[in-house]
């Protein structure tokens, strides 16, 4: 009588296809982590120009003076009541004009005309990477550069 042959798995096998995966893991998992704090990061940076660009159109449209709070210290940009928290991962400081700044937060108006009073947002990611959101005075126009790593 032949014996019939047995499917299946050695031990061996098993425990071989355990620690590839371990490693995958083992590797993946930091590389993850750190894709979601740069996405969070990006995120950060876009909102605040999209906040400081909605801010500029609304004080056009409207014929009205339009103000940006940036607080660093509570971790959110604000215009209108509308609020945007920046996440864990990033530092935040704020430039706005002297005669306008509110307490602890830096402002930036922006008015009808299309001009602002200045200022810009340094936004520091965990890494270390800096980007400057600046507004520009005369023509109110809103720039982002990188700006060179620090400790």
Do not use: C
């Amino acid at each position: 009588m032949d014996r019939e042959r047995q499917h299946g798995f050695s031990l061996i096998e098993l425990m071989a296809v355990i620690a590839v995966v371990g490693l995958i893991v083992a590797v993946a998992a930091p590389a993850s982590m750190q894709f979601y704090r740069n996405t969070q990061e990006r995120q950060a940076i876009r909102e605040t120009m999209q906040v400081l660009a909605s801010a500029r159109e609304r004080a056009m449209l409207r014929a009205q003076s339009v103000d940006v709070e940036i607080n660093p210290g509570r971790r959110f940009i604000s215009t209108e009541g509308k609020r945007y928290e920046f996440p864990a991962g990033v530092t935040v400081t704020g430039r706005g004009s002297r005669e306008l700044n509110r307490d602890q937060a830096a402002v930036i108006r922006f008015y009808p005309d299309g001009s602002s009073s200045g200022g810009g947002i340094d936004i520091r990611r965990s890494a270390g990477a800096v980007t400057a959101v600046d507004v520009d005075w005369l023509l109110g126009r809103i720039t982002q550069s990188r700006l060179a790593e620090s400790p």
